[in-house]
């Protein structure tokens, strides 16, 4: 799932440095307008129930038919909602050309929902080598899709094909591969699923206000030049967790899901997976708050130096970002979708009360009145809530961090007295070699404790099972 990760993030990236040559800003634009509208609307298309899906332990046939019928069922009434909402958004936006492309992009909605319960499935069954094959050759379509289209003079509509493409590949290789085929859904009760799938939409509506109000703050009150710097910092920061996060999030939830009757293996498997992710996601936080201008001039110029100081703020939130992403599983895999509903809605609201204080300082007050609020508030709060009951306690989930954190402090140490007594550097020069100096410090520090040399030998071992299979 990492290497699929990868792999996928490094074609989407090849294929925006060739479109962004082609295409131009308006064009971009166009479609960017509606895919904010099928963004929102694309949460409700599965109720949640993809989650529950992955999650209920036992789930008969009539179940998995009811909740596909469902999900399409869904997905082609939203689609049928937006296509008819198309003149309105046109006219809203005032842009006339938005109709038509309104009217093809809200096909996506019907299109995705298809397929949404045999990636479930997938996921459930552990099935992760065939999942890797569906989510590469979607991608890969709608690369290939948006590349000759826009080579091919079609403008605004290669960006259009490309979503339309990558749901038809994934969702047919997803049925060639699951090789399910819904039946009947008599009898399915799905009345506990849809309760549950309800809690996690509501927790997805929650989050999706959260990551979206302080952009739209931002550009109403500090204007687009500081908006766009606080996007690029916050975009820039959500790679590491993004690129390590997700491909273990995928595996835990369903795994930590079949462990749920037996608390010490659940236990074990939650804490050696959520270590690995701290140790690989943690120690880059010195590193990229002590070398952001450095990285900010290489990922995006001399001109985005304004975003250095967001950046910075932002990046200290990943000291235990990390592992309120890792929390996210013993929610859903524990069927607590209620407390996740009502801490997606908590969180939120403290997230929206500290956007409003920042406020008055630009986007860089916003920035850092947020990771206050997250180091200070939010998490520890969160840490006693899903302690509070299930296998992994309070106790538990403080410990966790401790050795990532000190991969992080003696990485910190090294790189201040580089950047204080060693030469000016450039910018390409210098994170090379901040980086090299984070992971020889982490390195060392890991293969001194006990705990980080378990989660090496975990990784070893978990290695080398692969290649023998």
């Not at 009951?389 to 201040?416: H, R």
């Not at 550097?425 to 984070?438: P, W």
């Amino acid at each position: 799932m990492g290497v699929s990760t990868v792999a996928r993030s490094l074609l989407e990236f090849s294929a925006t440095l060739i479109t962004a040559r082609v295409l131009t800003p308006k064009d971009f634009g166009l479609v960017g307008m509606v895919l904010a509208i099928i963004g929102f609307v694309d949460m409700f298309k599965d109720l949640g129930l993809a989650t529950v899906t992955i999650q209920r332990e036992q789930l008969g046939e009539a179940q998995k038919a009811g909740l596909f019928w469902l999900t399409v069922a869904v997905g082609a009434g939203l689609a049928l909602l937006t296509a008819a909402a198309a003149p309105l958004i046109s006219l809203g936006y005032g842009q006339p050309a938005l109709t038509n492309i309104t009217l093809v992009l809200s096909s996506c909605l019907f299109l995705n929902a298809l397929s949404v319960q045999h990636l479930a499935l997938l996921k459930r069954e552990l099935k992760f080598e065939r999942l890797m094959v569906v989510q590469t050759v979607g991608t890969v379509a709608s690369v290939v899709t948006v590349i000759a289209g826009a080579l091919y003079g079609l403008g605004p509509w290669a960006l259009v094909l490309k979503q339309l493409a990558g749901p038809v590949a994934t969702g047919i290789c997803a049925w060639l591969l699951l090789r399910w085929v819904p039946g009947s859904p008599r009898g399915a009760g799905l009345r506990e699923l849809l309760r549950m799938g309800a809690h996690v939409t509501g927790f997805q509506v929650a989050n999706y206000v959260e990551r979206n109000l302080d952009n739209a703050l931002i550009g109403r009150f500090a204007g687009a030049t500081q908006l766009g710097c606080y996007v690029r910092a916050y975009d820039l920061l959500r790679l590491p967790l993004q690129q390590v996060g997700e491909p273990i999030g995928t595996v835990a939830v369903p795994t930590l899901s079949r462990l749920a009757s037996d608390p010490a293996r659940y236990r074990d498997g939650y804490l050696r997976m959520t270590r690995a992710l701290l140790l690989l996601t943690i120690p880059m936080t010195p590193f990229l708050v002590i070398c952001a201008d450095w990285l900010v001039a290489l990922a995006f110029g001399p001109q985005w130096s304004d975003a250095v100081p967001m950046f910075r703020y932002l990046g200290l939130a990943l000291l235990l970002k990390p592992l309120g992403y890792s929390i996210g599983w013993l929610f859903v895999s524990q069927g607590r979708t209620q407390e996740l509903m009502r801490w997606g809605i908590f969180a939120s609201a403290l997230a929206i009360a500290s956007f409003i204080v920042g406020l008055p300082w630009g986007a860089a007050g916003v920035a850092l009145s947020y990771t206050l609020v997250e180091l200070v508030v939010r998490m520890p709060i969160l840490v006693y809530w899903i302690g509070r009951s299930g296998p992994v306690s309070v106790s538990d989930l403080l410990k966790l961090p401790l050795t990532a954190w000190v991969c992080a402090a003696c990485a910190g140490v090294l790189l201040i007295a580089m950047r204080t007594f060693g030469p000016t550097l450039g910018a390409g020069l210098g994170s090379l070699l901040g980086a090299l100096v984070t992971l020889a410090a982490s390195a060392l520090v890991i293969w001194a404790s006990p705990v980080g040399r378990g989660s090496v030998v975990d990784l070893w071992l978990l290695l080398r099972r692969k290649k023998s299979v």
